[in-house]
């Protein structure tokens, strides 16, 4: 078979420019999560097919890419279906790994435990541009605290590092709770089983706009009474925290108690502790397509491009579905991907760390030459530089524009002596 | 099907003590490679089954977690063996991802390049302790640079790391050339379609020792009196550069012309430059298992540890597989998992970057109050410590105690006021 040049289809090479670009950011988020008390850990890349294909992951199971067993456990000639050849396959996500670790762990855990993630993931998506089939994602999650004191600091944490990353680029966290969205249906007169298919018709809100809304709901056979309750709900809705305390009056007995001033408290804490440099709504219509969150949910979206940069919520029943018993769960995670994106399309430059020198010497020069360079390297190194020795190319006019791309700022020319 | 809670077999959970070592090893690393000028760089996870069964990997395309073919590309009805069910598998190493990626990037690539790689490898061992299915590697190669100056500066740079990381660890470089040990076979009067064979006796010469060396040759059928002359020579061999500068002498024809000059400069260079701190010596039992290597190998032994801590050598010929030209290349790699148990091992602790201050608030201070504590908090971290906020435990001992073992040294306790 011949050898191949190209990575896989749908994934990527790195390449020297984003790659330095990409350990910057990984450097100010890990640097940020870790002054708030999140601690680094690690699942491995390959996970348990049992796991994977447990109905937590939603669409992103119809995106796995599969293991083959191996030595005697792969019987190829009795398998009859793809579930025979496999026994694992490789995350799609960092969610499920980490309640699977906190399960496997709780013991040796601190209690809460604030995780801090950071790593690869994969999905056999449709290859499209700017979407890769193995891409990074940025988490961090609180597990074993059940009062908002998570989302909080998760909302804290997560502005935070937007704000160093992004100091430019004007964002809003938008807000919504599980719970809301369902008592909201419910008080519009949906029925109760219908309230998924509500939530997938609403979230298209801001592609095809209330009337898009309606019209879906109709065409999916809803009472055209409820729609417009609900439209009229949505219509008159605010964006603060006062009007989410509100919602326990106008949403009622619909309402389960304390939901409406748990997230208002989220908002009112994490306006007054940032003390602003970011927008901070209520947003009615804010779905999020995992269907293993429970209560609260959150999205940050950025100034000039659509879809959302960071976004989590809680989901307190899926550590239970390892270890039978419910632990409150609570994660936020950035687009990691998409920030990379925006960076490179605005030009952004890394700010240079240390001074990059080159050390271009003739082809002449003797061995024991090239070891006083070498030593010189050393010593330039010790006090704090970068320094390449290379031998000087036949264009040195090229080869000094090309270091000068790569951020070398400082040359010294050695001949023989 | 049950959910399950430990990792898949053979790979592990890593849990935050063992997590902030490894974060603290590669950030050393990184910071040494970059002050000599590599690069970082990241090719994906998967990697094009052709090229991972293309003989560059020795035994370990043995151990290829394979990836299934998905959508219509799987036929299984039609599938007689496993290469009709797979098109891609886990990357065994970094260095055959790295020449794929090269000879695809070339054109865009500093010349020569030097690289810097740490990733995820996974090989699917028979699990035994301390062996890890998915482990990771710590690579640096320079490729274009056909002279010594690329093992030079390869060496210089993994011992100003492994001194960096190791201080008190004494170690020693050994280094060999392929070349060198297919002379030596070839004056001793081994057939040169058999020098394979005797390398893999050769190898086992730290177990085995030099009688069981000879023996295992005879088993094989070799000539007791090449056998003699071969043990005769390693017996009287030196191990500084004036002996591998001899060899030029003592092997006559049978050696390259120039192998030994460059073998016993790169020695010279090494010593002078390096200032001490390590040693340096030839060993011409030094084999190193990959066959792709085609001059200078090199490996690091540590004290009072079995194994190597590091390894690599010359490789030119494997570029060429993806190019059809070949392209002088060379690498060295850490052994990363090896230095992390070791530094276990000694007991050894990562020094503190920041004070680790812990906020602790009774659960009846309320959320105004909260929030003047989560203020705090970001005063105390943007003056630079790292600040946990938690709610007080019933048992306040035990809880302090068990922040103290993360490292926590500031306590401060806050009551509704």
Redesign the interface.
């Known amino acids: 078979?011949?050898?191949?040049?190209?990575?896989?289809t749908g994934?990527?090479?790195?390449?020297?420019g984003e790659?330095?670009l990409?350990?910057y950011l990984i450097a100010i988020i890990?640097d940020t999560y870790?002054?708030?008390?999140f601690?680094?850990?690690?699942?491995?890349?390959?996970?348990?097919i049992?796991?994977l294909?447990?109905k937590q992951g939603g669409d992103n199971e119809k995106l796995i890419?599969?293991?083959?067993k191996?030595g005697e456990k792969?019987r190829?000639e009795d398998?009859?279906?793809?579930a025979d050849?496999?026994?694992?396959g490789?995350r799609y996500d960092l969610t499920l790994p980490l309640t699977?670790?906190y399960?496997?762990?709780s013991a040796?855990?601190?209690?809460?435990f604030?995780a801090l993630q950071i790593g690869?993931v994969?999905r056999?998506d449709r290859p499209q541009r700017g979407r890769f089939?193995?891409f990074t994602q940025c988490d961090i999650d609180i597990l074993g605290?059940a009062?908002n004191?998570a989302e909080?600091?998760l909302i804290?944490a997560t502005t935070t590092a937007l704000k160093t990353i992004c100091p430019e680029n004007a964002f809003t966290v938008r807000v919504n709770d599980r719970r809301i969205l369902k008592a909201m249906a419910a008080w519009a007169g949906f029925p109760e089983d219908a309230a998924d298919s509500v939530f997938i018709t609403l979230d298209k809100m801001d592609k095809i706009g209330e009337e898009g809304v309606r019209q879906e709901l109709m065409e999916n056979g809803f009472a055209g009474e409820a729609a417009d309750r609900y439209l009229g709900l949505l219509a008159k809705a605010g964006k603060d925290a006062s009007f989410v305390r509100s919602l326990k009056e106008i949403l009622g007995e619909c309402l389960e108690e304390g939901t409406s001033e748990n997230l208002a408290?989220i908002m009112?804490?994490v306006t007054?502790?940032a003390?602003g440099g970011f927008g901070l709504e209520f947003d009615p219509t804010l779905v999020r397509g995992m269907g293993y969150y429970t209560g609260t949910i959150f999205e940050v979206s950025m100034e000039g491009f659509g879809g959302s940069v960071a976004g989590g919520g809680r989901y307190d029943k899926m550590v239970g579905?390892?270890?039978g018993q419910d632990t409150p769960a609570c994660g936020f995670s950035i687009g990691f991907e998409r920030i990379i994106t925006i960076l490179q399309d605005q030009g952004f430059q890394v700010p240079g760390m240390?001074t990059?020198k080159?050390f271009l010497f003739d082809k002449k020069v003797p061995?024991a030459q090239?070891?006083d360079i070498?030593?010189e390297a050393?010593r330039e190194?010790e006090s704090g530089?970068?320094?390449?020795?290379?031998?000087m190319a036949k264009n040195k006019k090229f080869q000094r524009e090309?270091?000068a791309a790569?951020g070398y700022t400082e040359f010294r020319d050695f001949y023989a002596e």
């Open positions: 078979m011949a050898m191949k040049k190209k990575p896989v994934m990527k090479d790195i390449l020297p790659m330095v990409r350990d890990k870790r002054r708030f008390g601690t680094p850990m690690e699942t491995p890349c390959v996970e348990h049992e796991n294909t447990s890419f599969r293991i083959l191996r792969l190829l398998a009859e279906t793809e050849l496999t026994d694992s490789l699977r670790y399960a496997n762990n040796v855990l601190p209690q809460p604030k690869s994969w056999a089939r193995q605290e009062t004191l909080i600091e804290l408290e009112e804490t007054d502790c003390g579905k390892f270890t240390r990059k080159a061995a090239l070891s070498l030593k050393t190194r530089a970068d320094v390449l020795v290379a031998r090309s270091l790569q």
